[in-house]
């Protein structure tokens, strides 16, 4: 196997860069040092709060500009009869990140909470938390190893080294400076990591579009030259089906604590929420170079090119069209920049992914749902601990496990059906309680489960109105492989499916025990009579703003009379301009 020394070097040169820019991060933060009234262990989950303009923007666009984001955007426009029209990622994350600063940003930031699973445990109780844990745990590291295997694949493509190297070194490298340097030094190394994407792929572009090989992208947009025009389009009979995804990318890319990490380090809910849009802005800018790639991949005669006679399209390596592209149609050293974009791309957000899994661990498993005594010392290890855990655990997956990807889809499917809709009911939904959140966290599952997956070969056992049974041959082998599309909306109807039951069930466990319909001693979750009971981890703090909130302290639920319909199902006051909103206020509101 030939090893392009060139290509070693600018990845060794780029990967000390990123090394660098994560320990001088770690040391400024330790240097600055931790406020009389602050812990180290929260410093390191949101950066001290105090995450500036410049860096909290490149910090939240890298949330989403992954390694996932500029390859898969490049292969939608490259494929055949998808193109531009279902490349949904760069328009879906960016309204995510807008809906998100309007709506979402400001009650989380300003009642002060660490973790996006800090609301759930405080209304409905540590197993309850426990069990949104489980799929929030599985998009963070089921996405880190995903994008970690891609990279490895891309190294291999255009520096001809070993797969699993690559994606060892690279791990290691991200795993090191978040262990050592905590949100710090994952925010500065997105600092410089999305200025190598920029500056990557944007010089590469120009000269792929030079290459002879390379037809007008202008005519190839709306002709058919070499395959189907790039724009692509939407038949009728995908419309619901093309909703259903970008649905799920525009509200689901909410619940993940990526996101959140970087509302809650903003100084205030206000910067939190202008981060959202300078982020949403972001995506879109750095989308640009990643769809004319593709663009460009569906251009060209490949039989003009060093690849070969049979496009990548044929030999099922479309995921792959942006080193590629890189590899064959640029110099070595313009695809060498190009590599440190995409080298770039995922180490911003597998470093990302690890950091929040950890830190939803340490704090909402560990501490406040076991160790409520703990110091701030014993956190801040079980946090480095479970850095190392959750990134070898990625790292393993992206060597071990040929459908990485098909488990990410999945369970980024889950995290819009379950904890959207219980994030909505715990900040905007008065009076829904634990009971509700498990009849919700079931009704979803199962209906998500049900429509089956194709990338993991589960078969559905619910057929949704227009199921079809689709075939997929794979090029190379000439298998054929038979599954079946639910082009029923049913993600999105799973969701709503979800949020309807937490109110119903929260709202009739609510009525039965407060009327005296059902003794108070069969309330077992402790979620309507006993709200101030040990089961809902009394005397652990919450929120570290100058009005802590104990739960042990918290009034019961007090059944609502003469109340408006809106004021008895709406939380309005998250909404409201008039401060910062207090979880105790909600709360006795109930």
């Not at 990279?151 to 690279?170: E, F, Q």
């Not at 071990?400 to 990410?408: A, F, K, N, P």
């Not at 082009?487 to 009327?515: G, I, Q």
């Amino acid at each position: 196997m030939a090893i392009h020394a060139e290509g070693l070097v600018a990845i060794v040169i780029f990967y000390l860069l990123i090394l660098v820019v994560g320990i001088w991060a770690a040391w400024k933060n330790k240097n600055s040092g931790v406020s009389e009234s602050g812990d180290r262990s929260e410093s390191i989950m949101v950066g001290g709060r105090d995450i500036g303009l410049f860096v909290g923007g490149f910090t939240m666009t890298a949330t989403w500009v992954g390694g996932g984001y500029i390859n898969g955007t490049a292969e939608y426009v490259y494929l055949p009869d998808y193109g531009l029209a279902w490349a949904q990622a760069p328009f879906g994350y960016a309204l995510s990140l807008v809906v998100g600063g309007l709506f979402f940003a400001k009650p989380m930031r300003s009642r002060g909470y660490v973790t996006m699973l800090d609301p759930f445990q405080q209304l409905y109780g540590k197993r309850m938390g426990g069990l949104l844990f489980i799929p929030a745990l599985m998009g963070e590291i089921f996405w880190s190893a995903a994008i970690l295997s891609a990279l490895g694949a891309t190294l291999s493509v255009i520096v001809d080294i070993n797969i699993n190297m690559s994606v060892v070194i690279s791990a290691l490298i991200a795993i090191f400076y978040t262990l050592v340097g905590g949100l710090y030094s994952v925010a500065y190394t997105d600092v410089v990591q999305l200025f190598c994407i920029f500056l990557g792929l944007w010089i590469s572009v120009p000269f792929a579009l030079s290459n002879p090989a390379v037809s007008d992208i202008s005519v190839t947009a709306k002709e058919v030259i070499y395959q189907s025009p790039w724009l692509g389009k939407i038949v009728p009979e995908d419309k619901w089906l093309w909703a259903d995804n970008f649905c799920l990318l525009m509200l689901g890319g909410i619940p993940w604590q990526v996101y959140f990490q970087r509302v809650l380090s903003a100084s205030s809910a206000t910067y939190a929420q202008v981060l959202s849009f300078l982020a949403a802005f972001g995506c879109l800018v750095m989308a640009v170079p990643s769809v004319l790639i593709g663009a460009i991949g569906a251009s060209t005669d490949w039989n003009q090119t060093t690849y070969g006679s049979i496009p990548p399209k044929d030999k099922d390596q479309s995921d792959m069209i942006l080193p590629i592209v890189l590899q064959h149609l640029c110099p070595p050293y313009v695809s060498f920049f190009g590599l440190g974009a995409v080298s770039a791309a995922v180490m911003s957000s597998a470093d990302s992914s690890i950091l929040s899994a950890s830190s939803m661990f340490a704090r909402n498993i560990y501490q406040l749902a076991f160790r409520q005594s703990a110091s701030d010392t014993e956190i801040v290890w079980v946090m480095r601990f479970t850095i190392f855990v959750f990134g070898a655990l990625a790292t393993a997956m992206a060597l071990l496990t040929g459908s990485v990807y098909g488990l990410w889809y999945l369970s980024s499917d889950l995290v819009y059906v379950i904890i959207f809709p219980q994030l909505i009911s715990v900040l905007f939904v008065k009076g829904t309680n634990t009971y509700g959140s498990v009849a919700g966290y079931i009704f979803g599952l199962l209906l998500r489960i049900g429509g089956g997956e194709p990338y993991l070969k589960l078969p559905p056992f619910i057929y949704y109105p227009g199921w079809v049974n689709q075939e997929r041959i794979h090029h190379v082998t000439g298998e054929v492989e038979h599954f079946i599309q639910q082009r029923f909306p049913f993600k999105t109807m799973s969701m709503l499916a979800s949020f309807l039951a937490n109110v119903v069930f929260s709202y009739l466990t609510k009525y039965l025990f407060e009327s005296g319909m059902w003794s108070h001693k069969y309330d077992f979750l402790d979620a309507v009579v006993s709200k101030h009971s040990k089961e809902i981890m009394d005397k652990a703090t919450l929120v570290s703003n100058q009005d802590n909130i104990i739960l042990s302290e918290m009034a019961p639920v007090k059944q609502a009379l003469g109340a408006s319909l809106a004021g008895t199902f709406i939380n309005t006051e998250v909404l409201s301009d008039d401060g910062p909103s207090s979880p105790e206020a909600l709360l006795n509101e109930n």
